[in-house]
């Protein structure tokens, strides 16, 4: 007998109990040996002889099909095939001698507990019978009345343990419902977690965003208000000075005083411009936008081990600043998705300056996706789609940075066929420049 109970297995069945299934039926058995042998056993009854060697049979048979072949209890055929040949040696028993209608209670264990269903029904039906049968063993059955007896305890023992078959299955299917709902709760608990912290991370980068494009919004704003208040003040007392001095020739004790204001105004002036200049984006403080844009990729390819091909085509044309930096914001955001999603082994950034405009092409040859699962939210294998190449708010601040400024963004991807984000802005947005 195996001293060690089976772990259990992945299966939708539970594993039967260790102690019912191994220890109840031997116990009745013996039970059952020793009474044949202290009060029926007498020397040379072979009737006695047969019982004993049918209970070392039915003994063998749980020891050899089921006791020590735990990693059977879980294969229908096989257990069927157990149940019914200890179903046939409880049988000759029971026609050999009633008293072994003692034994049915270790069947009907098997019968609960091994049996897949239905044939658990078919099988606690068959135990049921023989029950039945063993009970009614002292009516006799030649007489109408003996036999519809004998009927009437048979039938009460089929509805009695087909019922309780029944109402057992039904708990058990109920039990297996639970389970599979609080899989289910579980699954979906852990997707919501999933999708706050997504959630969070995507706040946090909505409001460094909006943040940054505030910061722009203001700078631009003092920019604007140096260069159209005070600049163009000084510019124009300048004019006049200078209108004025080519008008009438200034007098001698004038002189002095004069060109002083004169030096101051252009002092000012001069000091007015290093401001608007100063309060342009800060990654292009000191550089051009091509340079600039050269010095992020250099930046991401030392971090992310991935060269990055920077090219810049046609004649420079002047642009606002903040063209320049929604350009190389949207570049930067596009590199970031690179990083996060493509998976890819060539990157390529491209600056094109147009006629009347300027594009900024950021292309790799990444695992790409599906843009017609954009809206619907999904990528082209099933899952969601990456956060900033879909409609999440990296691309959408992307998106509103450039069409706030009369431009256009377009995305091109496809499965396996690389993605490419297109930005274009106007050289000369109306009101950039005075």
């Known amino acids: 007998m195996s001293g060690q109970r089976p772990q259990p297995r992945t299966a939708a069945r539970e594993q039967p109990p260790f102690f019912l299934v191994t220890v109840v039926p031997y116990t009745l058995l013996a039970g059952l040996v020793v009474f044949i042998v202290l009060v029926k056993y007498a020397p040379g009854d072979g009737a006695v002889l047969v019982n004993l060697g049918l209970c070392g049979l039915a003994a063998a048979w749980m020891l050899v099909m089921f006791t020590l072949r735990p990693a059977w209890w879980e294969r229908p055929r096989i257990m069927v095939v157990f149940f019914t040949g200890l179903v046939a040696i409880t049988a000759i028993l029971v026609v050999r001698d009633p008293m072994f209608g003692l034994f049915t209670p270790a069947a009907y264990i098997y019968a609960f507990t091994v049996l897949p269903w239905p044939w658990r029904l078919s099988g606690v039906a068959a135990v049921a019978v023989l029950a039945g049968t063993a009970q009614a063993s002292s009516v006799p059955k030649t007489t109408a009345a ?5 009927v009437l305890i048979v039938v009460v023992n089929l509805v009695m343990m087909c019922v309780t078959a029944w109402l057992l299955q039904l708990a058990e ?5 639970r389970v599979r709902a609080l899989a289910e709760l579980s699954r979906t608990n852990r997707l919501l977690e999933a999708t706050l912290a997504e959630n969070a991370g995507l706040h946090a980068q909505l409001l460094t965003q909006a943040r940054e494009a505030g910061v ?5 704003r003092m920019a604007r208000e140096i260069h159209d208040t005070l600049a163009q003040g000084l510019t124009g007392i300048i004019t006049q000075l200078q209108a004025a001095e080519q008008m009438h020739e200034v007098p001698a004790p004038w002189r002095r005083p004069f060109d002083a204001v004169k030096r ?6 001069a000091e007015a411009r290093r401001s608007v200049d100063a309060l342009r984006p800060e990654p292009l403080d000191t550089a051009r936008l091509s340079d600039a844009l050269a010095d992020v990729a250099d930046r991401w390819s030392k971090l992310h081990g991935l060269a990055v091909q920077v090219t810049t085509t046609g004649t420079v044309r002047p642009m606002a600043p903040e063209a320049e930096f929604a350009l190389l914001r949207t570049a930067q955001e596009a590199l970031a998705n690179v990083a996060k999603h493509a998976h890819a082994t060539r990157v390529g950034v491209t600056l094109s300056y147009l006629e009347n405009e300027v594009a900024l092409d950021v292309r790799d040859d990444g695992r790409g996706f599906d843009p017609a699962g954009l809206e619907a939210g999904t990528a082209a294998d099933g899952g969601p789609q990456p956060t900033s190449r879909d409609g999440g708010f990296g691309l959408t601040i992307m998106r509103q ?16 066929a690389g993605t490419g984000v297109s930005a274009c802005v106007p050289t000369l947005p109306a009101g950039s420049r005075t």
């Open 173 to 177: 299917d109920e039990k297996k419902q």
């Open 264 to 269: 101051l105004a252009r002092e000012s002036l």
């Open 401 to 416: 940075r450039v069409e706030r400024l009369s431009g256009s963004l377009r995305i091109e991807s496809g499965p396996g």
């Open 146 to 150: 003996g036999l519809t007896i004998y």
């Open 216 to 220: 722009l919004d203001e700078r631009q």
